[in-house]
């Protein structure tokens, strides 16, 4: 019972600092969304229109098409993301010359902020003094204008992604490698398993914990993506790069449209919230058949 | 009883049938649901399918002249099934 006491007293803190940072702003937004609220019209008070919102959401065209382009985004990134940072962690766990050197480069991506990388990556691929657009030319001659090519600028956020966040995953990853027992991979090794049989039924198996965390944190960072893409490309050309943070970002701040700019939040939330928890079912929440 | 011998009680370890009488403080159960649950997950689950529901009927079966209260009363009458049955 003390022991009890005494973790409530430390947790009171954090569940304090949580519920007026966390809950109450959520409970805030789930609010506004049922409400019509633009604070800067004419009239600016909140008008309560029911589920009149989530009613316009499900035609609205804009929201459906952004919520395509994110979806696409997260596949490739986080996937993408994935494989290499795997590789790469694998790559890690042997010896080589320059390995804390590369380390270390490796992982300076992870210390920009997203702002920094976006500006930078719209210094690589501006046209006329981009790097990338310029050897790509002159190589390949390729010509790349992420401001009229739809496909372009979403390859180059897809790439700015995995350039940016790929450290990341490496170093959970290696964390997981390195706390790995090894006589499971030394009896495989007398047992005759090969490579891929390794992999697939001992590494993956005792990786995946820390392989769902990892996807978690990508996921949800990748669904929320917005300073990077504003920055770069804005959203365009057209809305071909118009992913759910930009949509929502736009319709609040320009369109001052707040009650329904909270539904989109809300349903991205929704979204966010399900995917995560069906990967969490799907990879390790304990089964029927598989009890203990 | 010494304290030390009710420190070696408490502390040792249960047998299998003790382990499975154990109360857990989450209550888990197999209901007809494919994963162990307890009451968070079956009441998360009911208003994850009472979204999805919602969603749904805005966009495919309202514009065919259903209210969407009729939705919210069978998505009500799953939550139910979920809850008890899950």
């Known amino acids: 019972m003390q022991s009890n006491k005494l973790g409530w007293i430390l947790l009171a803190p954090t569940l304090v600092i949580l519920f007026f940072f966390g809950v109450l702003p959520f409970l805030y937004v789930v609010f506004v969304s049922f409400h019509q609220w633009n604070p800067f019209a004419a009239s600016p008070e909140m008008i309560f229109n029911g589920a009149e ?25 986080v996937l993408s993301e994935l494989i290499i940072g795997y590789l790469l962690a694998q790559a890690f766990m042997k010896e080589f010359p320059g390995k804390s050197i590369f380390r270390t480069i490796h992982t300076l991506p992870l ?19 981009g790097i990338i657009p ?13 401001g009229t090519s739809a496909p372009a600028a979403f ?53 995946t914990p820390a392989l769902v965390a990892t996807i978690f ?11 990077e893409v504003w920055m770069l490309t804005g959203g365009g050309p057209g809305s071909s790069t118009r992913f759910l943070g930009v949509h929502i970002f736009k319709e609040v701040f320009p369109k001052t449209n707040y009650g329904y700019g909270s539904t989109i939040s809300v349903i991205v939330l929704y979204l966010t919230i399900v995917v995560c928890w069906l990967l969490y079912v799907s990879m390790l929440a304990p089964r029927k058949n598989r009890k203990g | 009883m010494t304290r030390q011998n009710a420190t070696q009680l408490d502390t040792a370890p249960l047998s299998e049938e003790e382990n499975e009488k154990k109360p857990t ?16 997950d079956r009441c998360f689950i009911s208003v994850v399918i009472w979204v999805a529901m919602s969603l749904f009927w805005f966009r495919f079966i309202e514009p065919m ?22």
């Open chain 2, 25 to 40: 403080t989450t209550q888990e159960r197999q209901g007809f649901l494919p994963i162990e649950t307890n009451a968070f």
């Open chain 1, 111 to 129: 210390i920009m902020a997203p702002i920094i990388v976006g500006s930078v990556w719209k210094l690589m691929t501006t046209p006329s003094i």
């Open chain 1, 217 to 227: 944190i990508r996921l949800m960072d990748a669904l929320r993506t917005v300073d």
């Open chain 1, 134 to 146: 310029h050897y790509l030319d002159e190589w390949f001659g390729i010509t790349m204008n992420i």
């Open chain 1, 53 to 77: 919102n989530f009613r316009r959401i499900v035609f609205d065209d804009a929201f459906l098409s952004s919520l395509g382009v994110t979806v696409a985004f997260v596949v490739f990134a």
């Open chain 2, 65 to 86: 002249g259903a209210s969407i209260w009729i939705s919210n009363v069978i998505a009500l009458a799953i939550a139910v099934h979920i809850v008890r049955k899950g």
């Open chain 1, 155 to 207: 390859l180059t956020i897809v790439i700015m992604d995995i350039w940016h966040w790929t450290p990341l995953v490496t170093l959970t990853l290696i964390a997981a490698l390195v706390s790995l027992p090894r006589d499971p991979f030394e009896q495989a090794q007398i047992d005759g398993a090969n490579k891929a049989q390794t992999f697939w039924h001992i590494t993956l198996p005792m990786i």
